[in-house]
């Protein structure tokens, strides 16, 4: 149990496509972050939530990407018009208020044709 | 110069052995240090954090620090064939709200039976 769940585990899309991804955190987590990973390298940050509200983006986040957290709860990436270069993991991770620990959910694992 | 840097690996260790790591960081401001466990085709997974100079134990794994050094290190004692992974190093700055992790392209560890 990572605390969180992420769908769907894997995307495949054709090139140029819009997809949406939603992390979904067990329970009502105040940190949550998305992450990217592509093979051979760490994961690279994306974009943080403190309940709502998007308090940091990364410059990896290009106008093609955008991340909401309405409500507080449940979270979505969507990529637009992807490109090869968007093939990746893409992992949710979440935090309680109080620490720097970071747990990660299962990943989304995208290919894009 | 990267911000977090492992040694690529692959690091081969006999079973029963100790399997070392390594991970140097560039960050000064740097507080907070994790190491994460990642099997092929799987999201890490949190094995360890140590915040203060020294040692931690924890079962089979040690972590270590050394902030004069900017050195962070694992330690995994008799080591098993299901410890083969990736391992990778993150750290957090206390740059910002986010607090995010940045990693290192982690050290591909085989034991070997």
């Known amino acids: 149990d990572t605390g969180v769940s992420q769908n769907p585990r894997h995307k495949i899309t054709k090139r140029g496509q819009n997809v949406t991804f939603r992390c979904d955190p067990i329970?009502?987590?105040?940190?949550l972050y998305w992450y990217r990973q592509t093979l051979g390298q760490g994961p690279e940050f994306l974009t943080y939530?403190?309940?709502?509200?998007?308090?940091?983006k990364s410059r990896l986040l290009s106008d093609r990407f955008s991340a909401e957290r309405p409500k507080g709860s449940f979270s979505t990436l969507e990529i637009q018009r992807t490109e090869q270069g968007d093939s990746a993991m893409y992992l949710c991770?979440?935090?309680?208020?109080?620490?720097?620990?970071?747990?990660f959910g299962p990943g989304t694992r995208l290919t894009v044709l | 110069q990267k911000e977090v840097e492992q040694n690529s690996g692959p690091l081969s260790v006999p079973e029963g052995a100790i399997a070392s790591l390594n991970c140097t960081y560039s960050d000064r401001g740097s507080q907070s240090f994790f190491w994460y466990r990642q099997y092929s085709g799987k999201s890490p997974e949190l094995i360890m954090f140590?915040?203060?100079?020294g040692d931690k134990e924890d079962g089979r794994f040690t972590a270590q620090l050394n902030k004069a050094s900017q050195y962070v290190s694992l330690l995994i004692r008799d080591s098993q064939p299901s410890d083969s992974a990736t391992y990778l190093c993150?750290?957090?700055?206390?740059?910002?709200?986010?607090?995010?992790?940045?990693f290192g392209s982690g050290t591909q560890l085989t034991v070997l039976p």
């Open positions: 991770a979440w935090a309680a208020a109080s620490t720097d620990t970071q747990y």
């Open positions: 939530f403190q309940n709502e509200a998007q308090l940091e």
């Open positions: 329970s009502e987590h105040n940190r």
């Open positions: 993150a750290v957090n700055t206390n740059a910002g709200s986010a607090r995010q992790l940045t």
């Open positions: 140590i915040y203060s100079n």
